[in-house]
């Protein structure tokens, strides 16, 4: 197996044990059905879109990154418990994710755009991203 591109992006069974201990330890499993989990999920989402609000043309929000961080770690934590609830394998549900989306004909290709037409360069005209097969 090559090595990752990026190996911070990894969530160890070890994280993945101790986010489930943390709330063993606390007996909220009782609490975490399906529908709660998504909404909170979604909840931890809009929180971290929220960093991004009002950001004008820095879009990356740079002095936001630590609440970008603690924000995205509470929608991985939602989606870990809400895939364990669910008895999702999340590796084989990512692949099995992918392997589909590759099966797609995307409407638009934006490979190499920004190349030709500048780092910074947008789309222009509304571009839907609905898929085809």
Not at 115 to 132: C, H, M, P, S, V
Request: contains cysteine; charged residues 30%.
């Amino acid at each position: 197996m090559k090595p990752s591109k990026c190996e911070s992006l990894s969530i160890g069974v070890q994280t993945i044990d101790t986010i489930l201990k943390f709330r063993d330890d606390r007996e909220w499993k009782q609490f975490h059905n399906p529908k709660d989990l998504a909404i909170s999920l979604l909840l931890e989402a809009s929180e971290l879109l929220e960093c991004f609000q009002w950001s004008g043309a820095d879009t990356e929000v740079l002095k936001k990154r630590n609440a970008m961080k603690e924000e995205l770690s509470d929608v991985l934590i939602y989606a870990i418990l809400l895939a364990d609830r669910l008895n999702i394998d999340i590796e084989s549900a990512i692949e099995e994710k992918i392997e589909k989306n590759a099966t797609y004909i995307w409407p638009i290709s934006t490979a190499g755009f920004a190349e030709q037409n500048g780092r910074n360069a947008k789309l222009n005209g509304r571009i839907t991203f609905d898929y085809y097969r």
